[in-house]
């Protein structure tokens, strides 16, 4: 009779708070290069929160920043280019955010997460497809419950007015995400993002990274004959 009793408040107990670890979390993009090669790139530092339950799916919500500042293709002078103006503008947006709208189970370890992301000043819809690797204390200290997550999911860059050097670079981006979440009971989500255009702030980051585009377009082979 007691267990009975205790049915209803586990049914309507709320999903555990969990925030991302971002030295663990890691997203890969590729993206196609002059027709030669998918270009590889990886963002660090992700930070977020996310509050899941393994049992229910759909009672997932995720709140995640991605810092492309730290954009790395393995070589600085692209690095820069990358966040040219005419490209991600990372002085005026530094951070692309997807927060979900809700979460479709596949089945116990697959799900479909629907959520908005907002990249370079746009906001679009965009499905993960998400694999849950594992939910379980971490061997190692402090010891923490962890769940561990693998996700994949595609997009045009276009989209979100990202358009430029279209003949050198690819439409469609392709993501993997590798991410750590950590049990935190004080776990927040991000503050809300306020990066706007301003007619006055620093220079230097798009000084170097308008240097380092036309570096880039300098260096890139070329075939006259």
């Known amino acids: 009779m007691l267990a009975l009793g205790l049915l209803p408040l586990a049914a309507a107990a709320a999903p555990e708070p969990y925030r991302l670890d971002p030295v663990h979390t890691r997203v890969l993009f590729a993206i196609e290069h002059a027709g030669f ?48 103006r005419n490209l991600l503008d990372g002085e005026r947006f530094p951070r692309a955010r997807f927060v979900s709208d809700r979460v ?24 993960l497809e998400v694999t849950l690797n594992a939910v379980k204390r971490h061997p190692l200290p402090p010891f923490r419950r962890t769940a561990g997550f693998s996700a994949t999911t595609a997009l045009s860059r276009a989209d979100f007015g990202i358009d430029a050097w279209k003949s050198v670079i690819g439409d469609r981006v392709e ?51």
């Open 37 to 84: 090669s998918q270009a590889l790139g990886t963002v660090s530092g992700s930070e977020g929160v996310l509050h899941f339950d393994p049992q229910d799916w759909s009672s997932a919500r995720l709140d995640v920043t991605v810092p492309l500042t730290r954009v790395d293709l393995g070589d600085a002078k692209w690095n820069q280019a990358t966040l040219a």
């Open 104 to 127: 479709e189970a596949v089945d116990a370890t697959h799900a479909r997460v629907h959520g908005q992301l907002t990249l370079h000043g746009v906001t679009r819809a965009v499905v």
């Open 175 to 225: 993501l993997r995400i590798e991410a750590e979440a950590v049990r935190d009971d004080n776990a927040s989500a991000p503050a809300p993002d306020t990066d706007t255009p301003a007619d006055a702030q620093d220079t230097s980051l798009q000084d170097a990274a308008d240097a380092a585009l036309k570096h880039a377009t300098q260096t890139e082979p070329r075939h006259d004959h």
